[in-house]
């Protein structure tokens, strides 16, 4: 995927998500084969005000990778500024939020209360347009629209389009669903139909397979697509689909010495990148993701709950591991493999499968 002059590869992005996506995940999900990062949503009056808690989750991605910054707000010089400072640590885009629905956001009229107000969003796009330099492309990721009576995501994305904006994210969902039920291809699709060919449109929601991916692609016509939730312990997700897309086989699921061993990768950047008191919290997130689905996960996770010292449970986790690789290579252990954790994958050009059309493939 081309957004403006920066090349995607591959055309799968990682989903901003709000104390999740800090520089430890989002490495990991660099070192997976993601095409491209993005930060947390970031305040952009909170980043003008120099408030030290947002201006800790401006990071740049590590080893010069390619990585977005995300803001939102509602005031074009805020914003303008925040561009400034996304582009000061070498932001490679700037993604404005157009889609958040949590309360204090919306209260706000930021988020995607925006969706209600094209024509203030779109001063927001020119706004940060003008502040960045031409290389660096400014996004939108927005939802499908206020509520079921309001899904004017298509004509949202082409005047946030006309204003400046490189690239649309759409989550097919509407504010009012917030994250209940499903998200909607249909209103991706016609995004899609509505924008001008040369504008890239990405494709978000409830993608958690490389089956999911595909049919995002196929059923949408989508450029790329953006995975959230479906990331969180699984960053393999990445591998299978950059693979898929080069026509290689996916690896598919990691096998339990993979797990421990990323796991324990992302340990190893949150002792260098997360805040000494924030660490026994992030490490009980990293904990339930990375066992999730395994056997006796939660009794690992209530266990996780009791060590105040961050050593002692990546100690814990470590044993819990090793134990269960024992009972599965032990004769009495049980004959489970680590293929049922998570969907089997496909193989490339099975026949069951709905293939990308070259012109999506390309
Ligand atoms: C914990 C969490 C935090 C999120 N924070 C953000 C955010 O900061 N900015 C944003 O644009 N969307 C945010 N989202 C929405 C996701 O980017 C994405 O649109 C949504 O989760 C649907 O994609 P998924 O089904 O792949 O998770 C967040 C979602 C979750 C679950």
Not at 209 to 229: F, K, N, P
Not at 234 to 245: C, E, G, S, T, V
Request: glycine share 8%.
């Amino acid at each position: 995927m081309k957004i403006a002059h920066l090349d995607i590869e591959p055309d799968v992005l990682l989903a901003p998500m709000a104390a999740v996506t800090d520089l430890p995940f989002r490495t990991i999900c660099e070192e997976h084969g993601v095409g491209l990062t993005i930060t947390e949503f970031l305040s952009a009056n909170a980043l003008c005000a120099g408030a030290k808690k947002e201006l800790a989750k401006l990071t740049a991605s590590i080893g010069g990778r390619r990585f977005g910054v995300q803001i939102f707000g509602r005031e074009p010089e805020a914003l303008a500024l925040a561009a400034h400072m996304a582009r000061d640590i070498g932001a490679s885009l700037v993604d404005i939020n157009m889609g958040c629905p949590a309360k204090r956001v919306v209260a706000g009229l930021c988020g995607s209360a925006l969706m209600r107000e094209p024509e203030l969003a779109q001063g927001l796009v020119r706004a940060v347009r003008a502040a960045l330099p031409p290389e660096i492309p400014v996004t939108v990721k927005h939802r499908a629209g206020w509520d079921d009576r309001h899904l004017n995501a298509p004509e949202f994305a082409c005047a946030m389009v006309e204003a400046g904006a490189a690239m649309i994210t759409v989550h097919g969902r509407t504010r009012t669903q917030g994250f209940s039920g499903l998200s909607s291809l249909d209103i991706i699709k016609r995004t899609r139909a509505a924008l001008p060919r040369h504008i890239p449109l990405v494709g978000n929601g409830d993608v958690k397979t490389l089956e999911d991916y595909i049919r995002m692609r196929v059923e949408t016509g989508c450029d790329a697509v953006m995975i959230g939730r479906g990331a969180l312990g699984n960053p393999w997700l990445f591998r299978d689909i950059r693979a898929w897309l080069r026509a290689e086989t996916p690896p598919g699921p990691p096998s339990l010495a993979e797990r421990r061993t990323v796991f324990l990768r992302h340990v190893d950047l949150m002792r260098t990148h997360t805040p000494e008191k924030k660490i026994i919290h992030e490490l009980r997130k990293a904990v339930a993701w990375y066992t999730k689905g395994l056997p006796d996960s939660a009794v690992l996770r209530d266990q996780a709950q009791a060590p105040k010292d961050p050593a002692e449970l990546i100690a814990v986790t470590a044993r819990y591991f090793v134990e269960l690789g024992e009972r599965r290579r032990s004769p009495g252990g049980p004959a489970q493999c680590d293929n049922s954790v998570t969907a089997p994958v496909p193989e490339t050009g099975n026949p069951e499968l709905p293939t990308l059309s070259p012109a999506v493939a390309a």
